[in-house]
């Protein structure tokens, strides 16, 4: 099942009295069914804050988020986990390192109760492109790309909807994210997926996304369709300069 | 070229305890140019990096010169070191919450360079520091060096960074992904303060990087390394000519902004590439 995703006035306030700090002012944008939707911006801009507010995993913010029309804040924890996941910048950080692949993958399938453990697990370590007998292996065992793979097959093992993707490849190297990224577009294609990826790389955003949102200070200045990078039609300065940057960067000016 | 700062021949670097050397047998030599080292996590960028100013005390490194202007580095004792080591040639890092100091204000760190390699007051160290501090581009570096690293930007503490670096004047700057932890607006500015610095003052700069386009516009020559070894030496406006297989895996495995959206070339490690030498 493909899923479109809206958040209306998304707003978050950290701390309280005279040091709250509100680091989403009032967030809207609707995701298409099936579309890959990228935020981008500097560090601090709150893109990772918009990912982690659309999974709950930080829940006092204001507004809403839906999911198909439903709130996210209506769904039990069983049907949230189930509809999204999320995939985390660092591998190296995000894999307890004392869990096995095993250990790792099958923890869902015994909250959520599913049936044929060693056959799902095995399906998706094959769908993220690892061996089967890497269900035995330890992170310190796995190369960061393997390590990434495996936090990939963590978030498909429930058969979501949704992948929430925060930075997925920005700590691996160039080749290495270009495996990860080949296996998401894949993934997309065969499964129907809807992806919301935070990136500061506008040449991944271009690779991989339809639309994206250019992010300031908690706002969301514009949103763009790719083929506006290239060309540098942005409208707003800021996005214009992340533009502008951009393409100097590659070496296009 | 006039003769080089740093001349490196057939460098073996091998960790204690490893049963097979991180580096075999780079050669390379520095003018006051800007050298770009590139490879992915595990090639041993850093590790040449490190090896220069003898930062890995539990590694055995040989080599059949090591040379710094008519230093052999490899024959001075830790002591003789520490004369070099920041006055001639210092390295700036990564990432500047893990390299500053968390409980020091930022205008004493940066003065301590100074008053660490010249017999000066500490007034005038901190004068140094301030100007010093000017000249990296930070507003108001008063008050900037009364702060806090957990105070400053990214950017900045990457600025402050590269001020306590160059404030002894060095010869050489070892460089080791100096803006991958910065957004791209950031990054360049940062890096055209290094780079006019590094022109300015006729330094000699080896960037380290996993960054293709980092080096190819911000250095003259390029090394790319794999597996320990130097694999291709390239001009960096020849980067898009490279001949080794592995380079150019590099360089297809990259999305550009305009590319097309077929899938992205993966690179094909062939066993060969472990054993080649340069050519």
Redesign the interface.
Known sequence: MTVSVETRNLSITFGHGPTALKVLPDVSFLVEPGECFGLVG??GSGKSTILRCISMLTDFWKGDVLINGKSVRDMPLIERCRTLQMVFQDPYGSLHPRQSVRTVLSEPLRIHKLSDHEDRMQKVLTDVGLPVSFLDRFPHQLS?GQRQRVAIARALILEPSLLLLDEPTSAL???????I??LL??LRELHGFTYIMVT?????V???CDRFAVMLRGEITEILPREA??GCEATHPYSR??IG????????A | MTSPILDVKNLHIRYGGASADAVRGVSFTLGRERLGIVG??GSGKSTVGRALLRLLPSAKITAETMRFEDIELLSLTEKQMLGIRGRRMSMILQDPKFSLNPIRKVGDQVAETYLRHFKCSRKEAGEKAIAMLEAVKIRDPERVCEQYPHEIS?GMGQRVMIAMMLLADPDVVIADEPTSAL??????QVLNILDSLVRDRGIGLIMIS?D???V??FCDRVLIMYAGRVVETLAARDLDKAQHPYTR??LA???????A?A?????DRRPEWLEEVSR
């Open positions: 500097e560090s960061g190297d160039v080749s290495v994210q270009a495996e990224l080949n577009q894949r500061h790389d506008l040449a991944v271009d690779h991989m990078i290239p300069e992340l940057a951009s393409l100097e960067y590659e070496g296009h | 992915e996590s990214g957004d791209v607006t950031v990054r360049l996993h293709l386009n980092l190819r516009n895996g590099l495995a990259q999305p550009r902004i305009g590319g959206r899938p992205l070339a993966v690179l």
